[in-house]
């Protein structure tokens, strides 16, 4: 499984950004898609998770301002942040479960919060 991340960038505090992340290759019908961020001198932690039935859980930190969705037909979930602050700041990874369990992590996308 391949998994291509897009949508990272520089924004304001209260301002949006979505994130975009695509999977390809060997796909099983269950899966389990979604997002974790690492910020300098932290480790990786979770945000949000969406599993191919559209059950969603997220991190405290993002519940009310974060929104992960899904497109089954493409194969790729969304991360609509809005709302968002300095503490915001970190790389954000695609993360993708398989049936079997199989983990796999996207290349990682920059997300800037700061005026």
């Known amino acids: 499984v391949q998994l291509q991340a897009s949508g990272g960038g520089l924004v304001q505090p209260g301002g949006s950004l979505r994130l975009s992340c695509a999977a390809s290759?060997?796909?099983?019908?269950?899966?389990?898609m979604g997002w974790y961020r690492q910020s300098i001198g932290k480790q990786r932690e979770f945000v949000a998770i969406?599993?191919?039935?559209?059950?969603?859980n997220y991190a405290d930190s993002v519940k009310g301002r974060f929104t992960i969705s899904r497109d089954n037909a493409k194969i790729t979930t969304y991360l609509q942040m809005n709302n968002l602050n300095p503490e915001d700041t970190a790389v954000y990874y695609c993360?993708?479960?398989?049936?079997?369990?199989?983990?796999?992590w996207g290349q990682g996308t920059l997300v800037t919060v700061s005026s």
């Open positions: 993360y993708f479960r398989s049936n079997g369990g199989n983990a796999y």
């Open positions: 290759g060997s796909i099983s019908r269950f899966n389990v």
């Open positions: 969406i599993v191919s039935d559209g059950t969603t």
